[in-house]
């Protein structure tokens, strides 16, 4: 139903909360969790990392999120391996100038992976994370 769907959404660009936003690619295989401002025509790669994109052809199968966190399944091409992740959205670079600041090590500080599934499962149960991949 298209009433339901935004405009960001329409053009591939998925909110997940906190400036954080799936990225759908051309192709399935080139979705990425990035942060980005205001209209996210360009950000900083958070899951996978440009070099994990690149070198591994990882991407993003599935993420959803709540008010806290983001939790993602990546799958690395190469080799068909499944990663897991969590990503604290208890940060906040809005007003940081990331040209003087590294603003990729303060997000990557609150992301946790790649992880196994039963590293994520326990992860998730420790940190009594109480989402689900649909």
Same mark, same amino acid.
């Given at each position: 139903?298209?009433?339901?769907?935004?405009c960001?959404?329409?053009?591939? /660009?998925?909110?997940?909360?906190?400036?954080?936003?799936?990225? /759908?690619?051309?192709?399935? /295989?080139?979705?990425?969790?990035?942060?980005?401002?205001?209209?996210?025509?360009?950000?900083?790669?958070?899951?996978?990392? #440009? @070099? #994990?994109?690149?070198?591994?052809?990882?991407?993003? @199968?599935?993420?959803?999120? =709540?008010?806290?966190?983001?939790?993602?399944?990546? #799958?690395?091409?190469?080799?068909?391996?499944? =990663?897991?992740?969590?990503?604290s959205?208890?940060?906040?670079? @809005? =007003?940081?100038?990331?040209?003087?600041? =590294?603003? /990729?090590?303060?997000?990557?500080?609150?992301?946790?992976?790649?992880?196994?599934?039963? @590293?994520?499962?326990?992860?998730?149960?420790?940190?009594?994370?109480?989402?689900?991949?649909?």
């Amino acid at each position: 139903m298209l009433s339901t769907i935004s405009c960001r959404e329409m053009w591939g /660009d998925h909110p997940l909360g906190n400036h954080l936003s799936l990225w /759908d690619g051309d192709k399935s /295989d080139e979705n990425v969790i990035v942060y980005c401002e205001g209209n996210c025509h360009g950000g900083i790669y958070v899951v996978p990392i #440009r @070099e #994990r994109q690149t070198n591994d052809g990882e991407y993003v @199968e599935e993420a959803t999120s =709540n008010k806290k966190w983001v939790i993602a399944k990546t #799958r690395k091409k190469r080799d068909n391996m499944e =990663n897991y992740w969590i990503i604290s959205k208890d940060f906040n670079i @809005e =007003n940081v100038d990331c040209s003087k600041v =590294n603003c /990729d090590s303060i997000l990557q500080s609150h992301v946790t992976g790649p992880l196994s599934l039963r @590293e994520f499962e326990n992860k998730k149960k420790a940190l009594n994370i109480g989402l689900d991949f649909k």
